[in-house]
């Protein structure tokens, strides 16, 4: 089955540390999206992709950095530029022109600063 | 003005009872409009899309666009205690040739037994 499946599930961050969570999907989708969510608050955006090589960023991009090199992969760093970094990261892709069809998103990657 | 604006809720209602929730956007030339439910600590699940001015049914699910006044709503029918979570509304904004949705804060539905 087609699916989006962000890893690991938890994550703990020491102070000064750099993390990469991991976003894969299947569903031959061009659009490819990271989102931050707090206890409370809506969705963030962080960075998003269009198309392979190519990342803009969202509203919230300092600290955070993406790569896209495969149409499959955008996987997220959060550096340790980052100062408040605890949160749940969510990993979403679309069709991207095809404005009908909503993202699909992934189960999620809960981070914690330790 | 945000973009997309929810009321946070709790929204309660008795088991059977119709749930009503509401967003309004800003922008008056956006095109596509989502809901999604997100059970506590899972991530958005897509319920609804609407694109077109009315009413769009989907079991137990109405979704209703109103583009002149900029809101959409989502009413459950018999909602059930599973029905429990928060609900987004998301906008894609005016034609860029990409989606990029914008999301609303949700309202959390509690549906009592």
């Known amino acids: 089955d087609g699916g989006i499946t962000q890893s690991p599930k938890y994550l703990f961050r020491k102070e000064g540390q750099n993390v990469t969570l991991s976003c894969e999907q299947n569903?031959?989708?061009?659009?490819m999206y990271w989102y931050r969510q707090d206890p409370g608050q809506g969705l963030r955006l962080i960075y998003y992709?269009?198309?392979?090589?190519?990342?803009q960023k969202g509203d919230i991009a300092e600290g955070y950095s993406v790569s896209r090199e495969k149409k499959e992969s955008f996987p997220l760093t959060v550096t340790s530029a980052q100062k408040n970094p605890t949160a749940f990261y969510l990993c979403?892709?679309?069709?991207?022109?095809?404005?009908?069809?909503?993202?699909?998103f992934g189960s999620g990657t809960r981070l914690t600063v330790v | 003005q945000k973009e997309v604006e929810q009321n946070s809720g709790p929204l309660s209602v008795p088991e059977g009872a119709i749930a009503s929730l509401n967003c309004t956007y800003s922008d008056r030339v956006s095109q596509s409009f989502f809901w999604y439910r997100q059970y506590s600590g899972k991530s958005p699940e897509l319920i609804m899309s609407?694109?077109?001015?009315g009413d769009k049914e989907d079991g137990r699910f109405t979704a209703q666009l109103n583009k002149a006044s900029q809101y959409v709503s989502l009413l459950i029918r018999d909602s059930q205690p599973s029905d429990s979570a928060t609900y987004l509304c998301a906008v894609n904004p005016p034609n860029t040739g990409f989606q990029k949705l914008v999301f609303g804060t949700g309202t959390r539905l509690l549906v009592s037994p």
């Open positions: 979403a892709s679309s069709f991207g022109d095809r404005g009908d069809y909503g993202y699909t």
């Open positions: 609407i694109y077109s001015n």
């Open positions: 569903l031959n989708h061009d659009a």
């Open positions: 992709s269009q198309i392979v090589n190519d990342f």
